[in-house]
């Protein structure tokens, strides 16, 4: 086949970088050079028997978007070779992704160890949702391995865990949680947000399943709303089975967007986590910042390990100010150009306040517990030159 006809690309043994830009495409007899967008709810038939062969499951193809869309399909395969995975199942949010995989792989009387400083929503759907169909989940401390072997039961079936941690980078060691896992015949689960394929492949170091919220840095331009669950082919093909009952599915036109957002995160991330990094350095040095947090910084309780397990410490830092929610107020108002939203990932740095917004449910005991001061500051840093980003937040340390 020449250069010119061929549909496809060899990718055996492609880098990460390569498949976030091919890994997936199957191009169609128009011979498009882009991935096309299929907006259509079903699909036809050549023939009743045709019809009848694959409803029957005798032959493969598409029946209906809501469980097989060839765009989405792409982005599946593409995160999949990504992460490193057999399989992948995109859905429409990243909550999405976790219910289904709870959802497919759980049931009444089985018990789920999940870290404390887990994604707020998450904390919720597990202690709220699950909890009325039977399946308990105890909270530890991500960083104490001891309190993850004592919460462990017979009936355990999931550990979950966010690493880095949200909103203070706590880092917990993957291919320990997954001996611990595995010695107790459970599946280790890792929502892999913060790092992305990028900067961590959970899999590789021996957890069973990735989870994102592609809502993040997949996409990372703040457009879409969508999640992905990889594995196995074993529990993805039990995932698929709940999101084609279910309807946790994403949309054609988001898994577009995520595309395309994927064939430049590798270069994103790297610019994430250098501005990330000269921001904490900074930010360390101003005299009215009480403490910088941040596993790029050598002031950073789980450096060494953050440096061990990724290949980069992320874009997400926090800071203290003196002076409690007054100063982190007057701090965040007097900034002018980064954006007062809770959001992260994008280009655009987002600036928020976490004891009266993402962790505002929590009770002032688990707030302390959690180390979410009423000081601290979250910056998603975002890919504006890094000396406007310092400019802007001066201008509010000098409002304090
Ligand atoms: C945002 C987020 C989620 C939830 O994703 P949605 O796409 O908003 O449903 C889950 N985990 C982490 C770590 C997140 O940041």
Redesign the pocket.
């Known amino acids: 086949m020449t250069e010119r006809t061929r549909i496809q690309s060899d990718l055996s043994d492609a880098h990460l970088e390569t498949y976030a830009v091919r890994g997936g495409q199957h191009r169609t007899p128009e011979s498009e050079h882009s991935e096309p967008i299929f907006t259509t709810s079903s699909y036809v038939f050549n023939s009743a028997a045709e019809a009848a062969a694959r409803f029957g499951g005798d032959e493969p193809g598409n029946i209906y978007s809501r469980f097989t869309n060839p765009t989405v399909a792409i982005f599946e395969e593409r995160l999949a070779a990504m992460e490193g995975a057999e399989k992948a199942v995109a859905t429409s ?4 992704a ?1 219910l289904s995989t709870g959802a497919a792989l759980l049931k009444a009387g089985d018990h789920v160890v999940c870290s404390r400083s ?2 707020g ?2 904390n919720v759907l597990f202690d709220k949702y699950f909890k009325k169909f039977g399946i308990e989940t105890t909270f530890v401390d991500l960083t104490d391995i001891e309190s993850w072997k004592s919460a462990i039961r017979p009936q355990t079936k999931l550990l979950f865990m ?1 690493t880095p941690s ?1 909103p203070l980078g706590e880092v917990a060691e993957i291919s320990e949680l997954a001996d611990l896992a595995h010695a107790n015949d459970a599946l280790l689960v890792v ?1 892999n ?2 790092c992305t394929p990028v900067l961590q492949q959970p899999l590789k170091l021996g957890a069973d399943i990735v ?1 994102h ?4 840095y997949l996409d990372g331009q703040g457009r879409c ?3 992905v669950v990889a594995g196995r082919e074993t529990e993805m093909n039990e995932v698929f089975g709940f999101l084609r009952s279910a309807g946790t599915t994403m949309s054609p036109f988001n898994a577009w967007v995520f595309l395309k957002g994927l064939e430049t995160l590798s270069i994103r991330m790297k610019a994430h986590c250098e501005s990330a990094l000269e921001l904490a350095q900074w930010l360390e040095a101003q005299p009215k910042i009480a403490k910088v947090h941040y596993g790029g910084l050598k002031s950073h309780p789980q450096h060494q390990l953050a440096s061990r397990q990724q290949k980069g410490f992320g874009g997400v830092l926090s800071f203290e100010v003196e002076g409690g929610k007054d100063a982190a107020w007057t701090l965040i108002d007097n900034t002018r150009m980064l954006s007062i939203t809770a959001n ?1 990932g994008d280009t655009k740095t987002t600036i928020t306040h976490p004891a009266t917004t993402t962790h505002g449910r929590l009770s002032d005991e688990d707030k302390a517990r959690a180390g979410i001061t009423s000081g601290l500051i979250r910056l998603s840093v975002g890919l504006e030159n890094v000396e406007d980003i310092k400019a802007d937040i001066l201008r509010g340390i000098n409002a304090l």
């Open positions: 949010s990243g909550m999405a976790i887990v994604f929503t998450t966010e949200n929502d947000c913060f989870i919220s592609a809502t993040k709303v969508g999640g992260l």
